[in-house]
């Protein structure tokens, strides 16, 4: 079975940074795209960073220049070093596997927990 589980979220001012990690397992990991999703209250969940196979990179307008997405295949881990963060950025946030880096429909049914980031002062 897959399972994604997210970690690193927490409180921290406007302007700090985070850095998320994902790991899974239950999948050829290498083969596929990952992403991160973020879902804020009342708002739907939107895929703001992926990363492919080879390496390349796709991120929504809102986080580009700020957030920079990582993997390690041999750890079967996906990163999000979040930076200059802002109120706005305050969300649930999700790992999963995007369809490509341009298509956000994520491959996995199974969803793991989140890891909540809040930026406020």
């Known amino acids: 079975q897959v399972r994604l589980v997210e970690s690193g979220g927490g409180l921290v001012q406007p302007g700090g940074s985070l850095r998320l990690s994902c790991a899974a397992s239950?999948?050829?990991?290498?083969?596929?795209?990952m992403g991160w999703y973020r879902q804020a209250p009342g708002k739907q969940r939107e895929l703001v960073a992926a990363i492919s196979a080879s390496g390349r990179t796709n991120y929504v307008d809102a986080v580009k220049g700020r957030f920079t997405i990582s993997r390690d295949n041999a750890e079967n881990t996906v990163a999000l070093q979040m930076n200059s963060l802002n109120p706005e950025d305050t969300a649930v946030y999700y790992c999963n596997a995007p369809y490509s880096l341009t298509r956000q429909e994520a491959r996995f049914a199974t969803w793991g927990q989140g890891t909540q980031v809040t930026v406020s002062s």
């Open positions: 239950g999948i050829v990991f290498s083969i596929y795209t």
